[in-house]
């Protein structure tokens, strides 16, 4: 069973940054896509950005050139660097895997002065 912790988030400033982590536990973590999505209040949950098993990764457009994905396979981690934040950014960001669509609790992002 995949089990994934999601952590780094907080509150940041607009133009801070921060760096979220998605830890997994119980499975072969290189053969996993792993995707970072989020949802603010009253949206729909969406992508952010993903990662493949070689490292391939791809990002939102309102994202790119402010995030970075990375993964770390001896650590069976994911990352996620924000620079730049937005106001916008505000939301609760999740990690989740592929196959078998695994997710993590989530952890919350809050873009504010």
């Known amino acids: 069973q995949v089990q994934l912790v999601e952590s780094g988030g907080g509150l940041a400033q607009p133009g801070g940054s921060l760096r979220l982590s998605c830890a997994a536990s119980g499975s072969i973590f290189s053969l996993y896509v792993v995707g970072w999505y989020r949802q603010a209040p009253g949206k729909q949950r969406e992508l952010v950005a993903a990662?493949?098993?070689?490292?391939?990764?791809n990002y939102a457009d309102f994202v790119k050139g402010r995030v970075t994905i990375s993964r770390d396979n001896a650590k069976n981690t994911v990352y996620l660097q924000m620079n730049s934040l937005k106001p916008e950014d505000t939301a609760v960001y999740y990690c989740?895997?592929?196959?078998?669509?695994?997710w993590g609790q989530g952890t919350q992002v809050t873009v504010s002065s």
């Open positions: 990662i493949s098993s070689s490292g391939h990764t």
């Open positions: 989740n895997l592929n196959p078998g669509d695994h």
